[in-house]
């Protein structure tokens, strides 16, 4: 559903633009900037984050603007040389932990994000309206149509998926400097949060905060059972199906199942830090793990994905390995339960192992 580019003027006795944006917006963002200047010159460009989806048309701006004075942290002028070759030290400020930049009315003060999800991030808050401007934190995937605050688009309460699929792919392995992000928020008297993605948060602060407390802490978000599969002719996600029907009649609720091979790995990152238990079902291929599955668990690990309960179903033929491998990737994770009650299948499902599927049924119910 495409995303958004978001970059913010603030107009007082000196203007300031925080951010640009992808080139493939660069265009319209051009005409933007001129329109919402309205003939002012620039004075200020803040650069929260150097990722080129919010840089790539910053040599334009320097262009257009050759007296504005740059601020960010002390890595980004060396960014902006490494991208576009040029020497901009003779209008660079670099800025450091609750150094404050005054425009008129508006402070701005400079709050280091180191990591969140790149090495020179910060974000900007200011005093005078009480705004975030959050940088990559608290964005969210899709385009917007016309609204821009989050309570008339409906975005994070109808669409919170693509809140956090943003946020585990993004930001996920980062969760130490996203608790360190979150701290330093909580002393300030924030109104609004505006992020470089989706729409501006002016409502229901907390619950965003409480989302990113448990995203960052590796919290699962409810008591729910994922089932990943992956079947080269039908057997293993058979196995898959059946866990699923039985779980469902031991009472478990809100059962999930994807297949690995046609499911975008994003999504399956996303509805890994949701839930709490995890069903890892695989064949073996080449003595090995099937490549689908071998991908989504190195990429949780990756994410530093953490205090889960994990179960594994494999099939093979001749020679089953495929729990083997999983369990090897999953035991270098943290504070992962791994069930004992592993199902081995050979081909196809026997009576002996639909009883064994009805007892990890049990054991994670």
């Known amino acids: 559903n495409g ?3 978001n970059s913010y003027v603030i107009s007082d006795d000196k203007t300031v633009l925080l951010d640009t944006v992808d080139h493939s917006v660069s265009k319209n963002f051009i005409e933007n900037l001129k329109y919402t200047l309205d003939g002012k010159k620039l004075d200020y460009i803040v650069i929260n984050h150097m990722e080129p989806d919010h840089c790539a048309t910053l040599d334009t701006v320097l262009s257009m603007y050759p007296d504005a004075q740059i601020y960010g942290s002390m890595q980004v002028s060396k960014m902006i040389t490494q991208f576009y070759g040029i020497d901009v030290s003779d ?3 670099a800025v450091k932990e609750n150094d404050t930049l005054n425009t008129g009315k ?3 003060k400079f709050v280091m994000a180191p990591m969140v999800h790149w090495p020179e991030v910060m ?15 608290f964005g969210i995937f899709g385009a917007m149509c016309g609204n821009i605050f989050a309570e008339d688009t409906g975005i994070w309460n109808c669409n919170l998926s693509e809140a956090r699929r943003y946020y585990t792919n993004i930001v996920g392995k980062y969760g130490m400097n996203v608790q360190t992000l979150l701290k330093k928020a909580s ?3 924030i109104k609004a949060i505006c992020p470089l993605h989706g729409p501006i948060i002016r409502e229901n602060l907390d619950y965003y905060f409480d989302l990113y407390n448990k995203w960052s802490t590796y919290t699962p978000e409810d008591d729910s059972i994922v089932i990943a599969y992956a079947s080269i002719y039908g057997g293993t996600e058979n196995a898959a199906a059946i866990l699923a029907t039985k779980l ?3 009472g478990a609720k809100n059962i999930r199942m994807y297949d690995v091979s046609k499911t975008h790995v994003s999504y399956l990152i996303a509805e890994g830090f949701r839930a709490s238990k995890l069903v890892f079902a695989a064949p073996t291929l080449d003595t090995g793990l099937f490549p689908a599955m071998e991908m989504l668990l190195l990429e949780l690990k990756h994410k530093n994905l953490s205090n889960r309960t994990v179960a594994f179903i494999e099939n093979g033929t001749w020679a089953p390995m ?4 999983m369990s090897a990737i999953v035991s270098e994770m943290k504070n992962m339960t791994i069930i004992p009650e592993t199902v081995s299948i050979k081909s196809a499902l026997s009576e002996t192992d639909i009883e064994k599927l009805d007892a990890l049924a049990a ?3």
Not at 322 to 325: F, G, S
Request: net charge negative.
């Open 106 to 108: 508006h402070t701005l």
């Open 363 to 365: 054991a994670l119910v």
């Open 322 to 325: 495929a729990a083997k491998h």
């Open 187 to 189: 002393a300030l008297d």
């Open 248 to 250: 469902a009649e031991k």
């Open 123 to 137: 974000v900007t808050y200011d005093e005078y309206d009480k705004y975030l401007y959050s940088a990559d934190a």
């Open 91 to 93: 209008r660079f400020t």
């Open 3 to 5: 995303v958004s580019y």
